[in-house]
C-alpha cells in the first residue's frame, strides 16, 4: 500500500490562495498519476483534479477550473493544488490519491474507483 500525506490545509479567507502538497512516503511517485478529491460534510467525494504520471497532462472538475491548478515534482516527490480565488463552497477535506501503477494516464471521469491509494486528507476551511 503507498503511503501519501495530505498537507497544507487551514482556514483561509475567501477570495484567498492556498497550496495543498501531497507527499509520497516509501516510494518513488514518478510512476503514478495523482488525483485531488474533496468531501464537504453531509456529501459525497468529489473529483477536483488529476495529473498524469509525467506531468504531460491534467483535468479539472469543471467546478474548480480556471481556479485550481494541479502540479508535480517528482524530484520532490510532491503533487501539489495550487487554490485560488477561493469560495465558502470550497470547504471540505481534501485528499490525494493514486492510481495503480499500470495508469499511466488520468481517467476519463474523476470518479474515487479509479484510485486505489489515499491519503488522510487535510481540512480546509473557507471563511471570513
Known amino acids: 500500500q503507498l503511503q501519501l500525506v495530505e498537507s497544507g490545509g487551514g482556514l483561509v479567507q475567501p477570495g484567498g490562495s492556498l497550496r495543498l502538497s501531497c507527499a509520497a512516503s516509501g516510494f518513488t511517485l514518478d510512476y503514478y498519476t495523482i488525483g485531488w478529491f474533496r468531501q464537504a460534510p453531509g456529501k459525497e467525494r468529489e473529483g477536483v483534479s488529476c495529473i498524469s504520471s509525467s506531468g504531460g497532462s491534467t483535468n479539472y472538475a469543471a467546478s474548480v477550473k480556471g481556479q485550481f491548478t494541479i502540479s508535480r515534482n517528482n524530484a520532490k516527490n510532491t503533487v501539489y493544488l495550487q487554490m485560488n480565488n477561493v469560495k465558502p463552497e470550497d470547504t471540505a477535506i481534501y485528499y490525494c490519491?493514486?492510481?495503480?501503477?499500470?495508469?499511466?494516464?488520468?481517467?476519463?471521469?474523476?470518479?474515487?474507483?479509479?484510485?486505489?491509494?489515499w491519503g488522510q486528507g487535510t481540512q480546509v476551511t473557507v471563511s471570513s
Open positions: 490519491a493514486a492510481r495503480a501503477a499500470l495508469f499511466r494516464q488520468c481517467p476519463r471521469d474523476l470518479q474515487s474507483t479509479n484510485f486505489e491509494s
